[in-house]
C-alpha cells in the first residue's frame, strides 16, 4: 500500500471540485489538467453559458494520431486557435480532452467549476457536454489509456450530472438546433452517444463509434456501481461482556517518546479504472479509495492536526 503525506495530498496537481457539483459523490475526481495548463494566454472570445445536462456526448478531433501526453497543451491551443478564428466560437468546443497517453485536460472556460454549454460541427442541440478523444479513430481504435480515462472521465460525469447509466437509459428533449435534429424537434438518445447521433457527421470515427454504441455505457456503470460499493460501509455489531470483578492492577508507566499520529493518507495502487478504480492520481496510475465526501472528511481532520 502506497502512501501519500498530508502535505503531497494537499498540494498533489489534481484538481478537486470545489464548486459544490462534485461533493460528496461516490465516483471520485480523476487527474484532470486544468485549462490554465495550456490556454493561460487564450481567454475566451465572448460569453458561455451554463448547461443543462441531461446527457454525454463522445467526439474525436480527427486530428492526426501518434501524438504524446506532452504535445497535447500546443495541440489544445491550436483547437483553440480554429473553433475562434474558422468556427467563430467563443471557445475551445469541448468541456473535456483525453490524450492518447490518458490525461485529461480541461477544455471549454469553466467546464471543471460546472455545467458549460459546448459548441459542436452541425450545430449544438443542447442539453449535453462534450468530451473528446484527442485523435483520428475512423479507420484506427484509441489507445487502451485514453478509453481507461475516457470511462473514468464519463463515469465522474455521469455522476456529477445525474446522467443515467443503466442499460437502455435514454433521454429525451427539444433541440435547439442541429443539421440533425431541427430547432423545436422532440430528440430521444442514450445518455451516452457519439456526435453522429446528433450531427450529421462521421464524428466520433468508426473506431471510436463502434465502441460507444456496444459497450462504453456498461463500462461507465460498471465503474459507477464499483466505486458506490467501495465507499459503502457496514457499522460493526457491538457486544457487551460482563467481566468478574478483579483487583485493581496500576496503570503502566510509559517511557519515551510517544511517535505522532501519522500525517498519511492511504492510496491503493492500481491500473484499471473499472477493475478497482477510485480515482487517478495526477498520471502516475496511482488510486484514491475515498470517495469526494471522504476526501473532504479526511482534508477537514487533517487542518485539525
Known amino acids: ?68 501526453g506532452s504535445e497535447a497543451p500546443a495541440i489544445l491551443r491550436s483547437f483553440y486557435d480554429f473553433h475562434t478564428s474558422e468556427r467563430g466560437w467563443n471557445d475551445i468546443a469541448y468541456n473535456f480532452l483525453v490524450d492518447s497517453d490518458g490525461g485529461i485536460w ?8 460546472g455545467p458549460v454549454a459546448g459548441d459542436a460541427t452541425g450545430g449544438n442541440q443542447g442539453f449535453s457536454q462534450l468530451v473528446c478523444i484527442i485523435g483520428d479513430y475512423d479507420s484506427t481504435p484509441p489507445s487502451p489509456a485514453s478509453l481507461t480515462a475516457l470511462v473514468a472521465l464519463l463515469a465522474w460525469m455521469a455522476e456529477r ?23 423545436g424537434s422532440v430528440v430521444v438518445t442514450p445518455t451516452i452517444t457519439g456526435h453522429r447521433t446528433m450531427s450529421r457527421t462521421s464524428c466520433p470515427g468508426d473506431n471510436l463509434n463502434a465502441y460507444v454504441v456496444g459497450v462504453l455505457t456498461s463500462d461507465v456503470h460498471a465503474m459507477r456501481v464499483q466505486a458506490t460499493a467501495s465507499t459503502t460501509t457496514t457499522s460493526p455489531t457491538t457486544t457487551t461482556t460482563t467481566l468478574p470483578p478483579t483487583t485493581s492492577v496500576p496503570a503502566p508507566v510509559v517511557t519515551g517518546t510517544i511517535p505522532a499520529p501519522s500525517t498519511t493518507v492511504p492510496v491503493a495502487v492500481g491500473t484499471s479504472p473499472i477493475a478497482g478504480l477510485a480515482g487517478i492520481i495526477a498520471g502516475t496510475g496511482a488510486v484514491v479509495v475515498l470517495g469526494i465526501g471522504a476526501a473532504v472528511w479526511r482534508y477537514r481532520r487533517m487542518r485539525k492536526d
Open 1 to 68: 500500500m502506497a502512501s501519500l503525506t498530508r502535505r503531497q495530498f494537499l498540494s498533489a496537481d489534481v484538481w478537486r471540485d470545489r464548486s459544490g457539483y462534485g461533493l460528496g459523490l461516490s465516483v471520485p475526481v480523476p487527474a484532470i489538467r486544468p485549462r490554465d495548463e495550456w490556454a493561460s494566454d487564450r481567454p475566451p472570445k465572448g460569453p458561455l453559458v451554463d448547461e443543462d445536462v441531461r446527457f454525454l456526448i463522445v467526439h474525436h478531433s480527427a486530428s492526426h494520431n501518434g501524438h504524446t
Open 106 to 113: 480541461e477544455g471549454r472556460k469553466g467546464s471543471l467549476e
Open 161 to 183: 450530472y445525474d446522467v443515467p447509466t443503466t442499460a437502455g437509459s435514454e433521454v429525451s428533449f427539444e433541440s435547439r438546433g442541429s443539421n440533425r435534429h431541427p430547432s
